[in-house]
């Protein structure tokens, strides 16, 4: 079974620092991407970064990186020099093209709290 | 160019009523999805359409959701009758055929519905 978990509910983090939110995944497809998105209070979904699973470097968009552990299934997003406006609910999902069809999924999600 | 809409934002029904939310995804998208996110949960898929066929439909909870996509435009999903544990916010995405591997989805603000 596929499954992302985000075992970190609530993360605080002061104003121009970094953050790593975690994440794990599990699937046995050999082929997969892993997404991050945002999604402010707003509502909206914004996509943030994408790392292909056969990727050799880490993905990185500005200030997030993702910090992607093949052996350990781990993928996780690295925000550097923390703003105010970071201040969001972040999702991890995984798209597995195998058994996992074209369907992506999602954790449930880390609420980053940003302090001035 | 337009992003994806769903309609209504907020929806609140009494158990047994019925209720249709409606996404119109970005114009050129084959691919729509629907997801759900109950409060502090992962962001569960419930469908997937390409152009008006349901592709895969393995998280439509029961037959009381029904999904439609008249013509493979927009698209709509009825719960008939609603029950409480409905509640939720139904979040549709579209993204397009060519990019099905590695692309983002392209998110809706979502509809929240609520079951009193």
């Known amino acids: 079974a596929q499954k992302i978990t985000q075992t970190q509910p609530g993360m605080f983090v002061q104003e121009k620092e970094a953050v790593t939110l975690d994440c794990t995944y599990d699937?046995?497809?050999?082929?997969?991407?892993l997404f991050w998105y945002k999604q402010p209070s707003s509502g909206e979904m914004i996509f943030l970064i994408y790392q292909g699973s056969y990727d050799q470097q880490n993905a990185t968009e500005g200030r997030y990186s993702l910090n992607f552990q093949k052996a350990r299934k781990s993928a996780n997003l690295v925000i550097s020099a923390s703003q105010l406006g970071d201040s969001a609910m972040y999702f991890c999902a995984m798209r597995a093209w195998g058994t996992g069809g074209f369907k992506t999924i999602f954790g449930a999600g880390t609420r980053l709290f940003v302090k001035a | 160019e337009a992003g994806v809409t769903q309609f209504p934002s907020h929806s609140v029904i009494e158990k047994g009523q019925t209720v249709t939310l409606r996404c119109d995804p970005i114009s050129g998208h084959d691919n729509l999805y629907w997801y759900r996110r109950v409060m502090g949960k992962e962001i569960k898929f419930l469908l997937h359409?390409?152009?008006?066929?349901?592709?895969?439909e393995s998280g439509m909870p029961n037959n009381r959701f029904l999904a439609e996509r008249t013509g493979g435009t927009y698209s709509t999903l009825k719960v008939q009758p609603a029950e409480l544990e409905d509640s939720g916010v139904y979040f549709c995405?579209?993204?397009?055929?060519?990019?099905?591997?590695?692309?983002?989805?392209?998110f809706g603000e979502g509809s929240r519905l609520t079951v009193l």
């Open positions: 699937t046995s497809d050999p082929s997969y991407g």
């Open positions: 359409f390409v152009k008006e066929s349901k592709q895969d």
């Open positions: 995405a579209s993204s397009q055929v060519d990019r099905e591997y590695t692309g983002e989805l392209f």
